[in-house]
């Protein structure tokens, strides 16, 4: 797992109690899958149930320079179904997305944002923030 950012508060975040759906557009085809709430955090990167959290859990190279600790915005994604189940983001996290490119009311940095799980969630990586050159993830 990545380590934590000494500059910013911890932030708390309601898990999932209940498995939900959730698909992430991503190299022009959706990946769907349910996620187990006993299988959270998977170990990698971000909040433990976060959006990177899960995709690198699902071998989904989602971009994260920072390695997940709030500190760059490599990790945007726009939530296109289910935001409202997704934790509010917090200043922190809204001052980093200032600096992606793109930016919407429905984006996210994917270290932060985790999904409830009271709903399925939609989650589009835009085509820009994939890194076509980046090497192959280790495991």
Not at 87 to 114: K, M
Request: charged residues 20%; hydrophobic residues 30%; contains cysteine.
């Amino acid at each position: 797992m990545a380590g934590t950012n000494p500059y910013i508060s911890a932030t708390l975040v309601e898990k999932p109690t209940q498995p939900y759906q959730i698909t992430i557009l991503f190299e022009d085809e959706p990946h769907t899958f349910t996620v187990d709430p006993n299988e959270i955090p998977y170990d990698r990167s971000g909040l433990p149930g976060s959006i990177l959290d899960i995709c690198e859990g699902h071998h989904i190279a989602l971009e994260h320079t920072c390695g997940g600790v709030l500190a760059c915005s490599t990790c945007h994604v726009i939530v296109r179904e289910g935001l409202e189940s997704c934790n509010e983001a917090t200043d922190d996290e809204l001052d980093q997305l200032e600096e992606a490119p793109g930016n919407t009311a429905r984006s996210r940095l994917g270290c932060q944002c985790v999904p409830n799980g009271s709903r399925s969630v939609v989650i589009e990586v835009p085509l820009w923030n994939r890194n076509a050159v980046k090497e192959t993830p280790h495991d």
